[in-house]
């Protein structure tokens, strides 16, 4: 399948944007529904399982797009000891379980994606979300999601929302309201980007991404 994607930039709150002149939100919608991988998926994921050795995944921090990621961490308050960056974290896994284990199209695509490009990658229900989405900080007593059952936030995180409410802190929860699930049939995918991080590698992220999820979406019926 050919995949015809129109990548947009979030937007960035002002002072974000001062802070963390390099700061970037790159986004993409694709029609796809959550589900079970196909086998080509799960063949994929035991490949790149035999390619990630114990030594790549201990100098893994090391480099590039890890590390970059790990700077942020810190800067924005952190320990990325405390909290494994994307990248590590599915280097821990692989390493605990002895291979990438499938749980389900969306999460596999996920970790391909950030085990193949380094790049924080996570997704939306894209018809929850109301206009264009960027990051910006939490006002005090918000609550994730902007429901009456969504945690309260501590103020001054960083989250990435649209126009009426924060759907996700960054590199942490996502709102029960947005999040993919069952019914979903549109998904809206985030990529993460800060300084160090080159725009092709977000690029190649949320394609990556984009295109396993295809695997699994019939194609629509011609006309």
């Keep these: 399948m050919t995949l015809d994607l129109e990548l947009e930039r979030g937007w960035i709150d002002r002072d974000l944007g001062e802070e963390f002149p390099e700061l970037a939100l790159r986004v993409v919608t694709v029609e796809a ?36 990621y790990r700077v942020f961490f810190r800067q924005i308050g952190i320990d990325p000891d405390d909290r494994r960056t994307p990248a590590e974290e599915a280097a821990l896994q692989r390493m605990k379980l002895g291979g990438f284990r499938s749980a389900n199209v969306l999460d596999d ?29 939490s006002r005090a007593g918000e609550r994730l999601g902007g429901g009456a059952d969504g945690r309260t936030m501590s103020a001054q995180q960083i989250v990435i929302a649209d126009a009426a409410r924060a759907l996700a802190v ?3 929860d ?22 160090g991080v080159p725009e092709v590698s977000v690029e190649e992220a949320l394609w990556t991404v984009a295109e396993v999820l295809a695997s699994t979406t019939p194609p629509h019926p011609r006309a």
Aim: zero cysteines; glycine letters at 8%; charged letters at 25%.
């Design 109 to 137: 695509a996920l970790t391909i994606a950030t085990v193949e490009t380094g790049v924080a990658v996570m997704a939306l229900d894209a018809d929850r979300v109301e206009g264009p989405i960027g990051l910006r900080l």
């Design 33 to 68: 529904a959550p589900g079970r991988s196909p086998r080509a998926v799960k063949h994929r994921l035991r490949i790149l399982s035999d390619r990630y050795t114990g030594g790549k995944a201990v100098n893994l921090r090391q480099e590039p797009i890890p590390w970059a």
């Design 174 to 195: 996502v709102a029960d309201e947005t999040g993919v699930n069952p019914p979903t049939k549109r998904m809206l995918l985030v990529a993460v980007q800060v300084k």
């Design 170 to 172: 960054l590199f942490g």
